[in-house]
């Protein structure tokens, strides 16, 4: 199984937006930092934002930000939305041409094997890919300022589960 470009720009511009939670992030931002394709990135862009994962904001000042907590998204919906129209294999598409059709057992299973995959993925959040990850907050932080932020709720949340 191979997921999409895609579903991957999503998943790292949902992550860029964690990271930087008080601030309106362009799209040009995520593309330097995760080298992304900015023709690209605008598609997805405009399916986060369809979807309800992220607010846009039009104009000279514009961009997007989270729509709601990331510790509210789930990563395996995330795929879904990006990956649920395109057919694992032939059989699982609407125009199935294939001449096993109607005899073949495998779709069955196939379908199975890609809802556990996504099931898995459901409990994941976004949130949890990038709290007090240190490592994924130096790259993706787009200032100082975020970045300290982000240090010092890792550190807080350390002291309360201590």
Known sequence: ?????????????????????????????????????????????????????ITTLRGRHGGFMLARPAREI???????????DLPF???????????????CRMAGHLANAVEAFYATLDPLTVGELVECNEGLESILALNSIARG??????EKAKTVAA
Request: glycine share 6%; net charge positive; proline share 2%.
């Open 89 to 103: 294999i032939e059989c699982m598409a609407k125009d199935n041409t294939c001449p096993l059709k109607g005899v």
């Open 1 to 53: 199984m191979r997921l999409t470009t895609r579903t991957n720009l999503a998943l790292r511009t949902l992550m860029v937006c964690a990271v930087n939670p008080d601030r309106i992030v362009r799209k040009s931002d995520v593309a330097a930092v995760i080298n992304g394709s900015e023709n690209h990135l605008a598609q997805v862009v405009n399916q986060l934002g369809q979807s309800g994962y």
């Open 149 to 154: 932020a982000s240090l010092a709720r890792c």
């Open 74 to 84: 789930s990563v395996g919906a995330v795929f879904r939305t990006f990956e649920s």
